[in-house]
């Protein structure tokens, strides 16, 4: 059963690499009333008429990078808040509700799915060494006490937009939170399921993935704070 949420529209940004398996649980578990944007960032398995033909907007972006295909969803969104989720069946984003609901009365600015693993093969451990490294270095960076660094998450688009983030890789989903902290955003950690995902993973599911994934996101938290904060404008609609 879908969640529903209140008043205002949502907009869920979906990065995807051929996911034609995964999509169709995906999708279905969009709250009511809420828009999916599925990017696509290159496959060549059919996922985007796959993804068409179930009601979902598609854009094509042709630079390969997870940040790459999260922007161009980002800025394609027309909703107030907007939501990102992956798109490989690890993450329920029905739960998004919940993070929509909080960034909507107030209680945060940015809200994150802290990843809970459900049975084996669900977070490889290379992939959790890997997020445990990146949340002590954030920690040092901010101040923050995450502890993960995960694609799921809802702010507003306005505020986000504002954040100007440029990275358009792996290091994308760290530059918001390092970026949104420097601001003095609000930031809540919310636990979420974390189940094995359909297909292989594109970015951690190696540990050469993981290390490249590392790398990208170090270089992030090497941006000089004036840098990072040069927006200001806070996470508040």
């Not at 879908?2 to 949502?10: D, G, W």
């Not at 709250?31 to 496959?43: E, I, K, L, M, Q």
């Not at 890789?169 to 420097?182: E, F, H, I």
């Not at 941006?223 to 927006?231: F, I, N």
Request: aromatic fraction near 4%; charged fraction near 25%; charge should be positive.
């Amino acid at each position: 059963m879908k969640s529903v949420t209140a008043s205002v529209t949502v907009d869920v940004v979906l990065p995807c690499l051929n996911e034609a398996e995964a999509l169709p649980w995906v999708l279905a578990r969009i709250p009511d009333g809420w828009r999916a944007v599925v990017v696509d960032n290159g496959s060549t398995d059919g996922s985007a008429e796959i993804a068409r033909g179930l009601g979902a907007r598609v854009v094509h972006e042709q630079r390969r990078g997870f940040g790459a295909a999260c922007h161009a969803g980002l800025t394609t969104a027309e909703a107030e808040i907007v939501c990102f989720c992956d798109c490989d069946a690890s993450l329920d984003p029905g739960l998004l509700a919940g993070f929509a609901r909080m960034v909507e009365d107030g209680a945060a600015d940015l809200v994150l799915g802290r990843r809970r693993p459900q049975g084996r093969g669900a977070w490889p451990l290379h992939a959790r060494a890997g997020n445990l490294v990146l949340s002590r270095m954030l920690r040092r960076r901010t101040g923050l006490r995450l502890h993960d660094l995960g694609p799921m998450r809802a702010a507003r688009r306005e505020a986000l937009l504002g954040l100007g983030l440029t990275d358009r890789r792996s290091g994308y989903p760290l530059q918001m939170v390092v970026r949104a902290a420097d601001s003095g955003w609000r930031i809540r950690e919310v636990d979420v399921p974390y189940l094995p995902r359909t297909g292989r993973s594109k970015v951690t599911g190696t540990w050469r993935g993981t290390y490249q994934a590392v790398r990208d996101m170090s270089r992030v938290l090497a941006e000089p704070v004036a840098t990072a904060a040069a927006t200001g404008t806070g996470g508040r609609g």
